[in-house]
């Protein structure tokens, strides 16, 4: 079965900062997509950001892009210019024909 | 925007209680799917559906069942509730497998709680 590995239960980030959370996935296939999701406190999951494994250029949507490294199943989230409605917990996903999810960051927004 | 309706946002039950979660997604999707989350484990797929009247067990089905008889539709329901699966339940929606980078679009939970 997929695995997907967040080593960071908890992350903090001051405003305005960057922030970069891990994610490792372990699979034998060769073609899947990833995607990163937000839980703010109002616990609606929200989509952030998406990758498909067979492209070799980074996704970035705004604020939001990833380090995608295929060779070493590595596929973080970056932050940048940190805001005070990113803090929630953010859970990596892979899919091949299910979806598999990591166990979550909580990331914290300091002022 | 697609939008994943759970009945309830909390619920307390006592134990031995039969439960009914109830989803409802405005999209059209063909798949839809019921997960748990629980602090330290992340989202753990207990059931999910292709398609009317089809249902396929996930990782951690037991204790629970699952009806599709309408294709907006998707119940959860706890037979004999116990203590043990007090917790966050997840509905999620999908469009049809062909395209990998379909994401899921959630619902906003239900927390049960089993006394």
């Known amino acids: 079965a997929q695995t997907v590995t967040q080593s960071q239960p908890e992350m903090s980030v001051q405003e305005a900062e960057t922030v970069t959370l891990s994610c490792t996935y372990d699979?034998?296939?060769?073609?899947?997509?990833l995607f990163w999701y937000k839980q703010p406190p109002s616990r609606q999951m929200i989509l952030v950001i998406r990758?498909?494994?067979?492209?070799?250029q980074n996704a970035t949507e705004n604020r939001f892009s990833v380090n995608f490294q295929k060779a070493a199943k590595s596929f973080s989230l970056k932050i940048s210019d940190s805001q005070l409605g990113d803090a929630a917990m953010y859970f990596c996903?892979?899919?091949?024909?299910?979806?598999?999810f990591g166990t979550g960051t909580s990331l914290t927004v300091i002022p | 925007d697609v939008k994943v309706t759970q009945s309830s946002r909390y619920l307390v039950k006592r134990t031995g209680e039969k439960v009914f979660l109830e989803c409802v997604q405005d999209m059209d999707h063909e798949n839809m799917f019921w997960y748990r989350q629980d602090p330290g484990l992340g989202l753990r797929l207990i059931y999910f559906s292709y398609d009317v009247k089809m249902k396929e067990k996930g990782d951690i089905p037991e204790g629970y069942s699952v009806s599709r008889e309408k294709k907006e539709r998707f119940s959860l329901i706890l037979e004999s509730a116990s203590t043990n699966q007090t917790s966050m339940y997840l509905c999620a929606s999908g469009a049809r497998l062909r395209g990998l980078n379909s994401p899921l679009h959630f619902g906003n939970g239900t927390r049960l709680t089993v006394t």
């Open positions: 996903a892979y899919r091949r024909n299910q979806f598999y």
């Open positions: 699979t034998s296939e060769s073609d899947y997509y």
């Open positions: 990758q498909e494994a067979y492209k070799q």
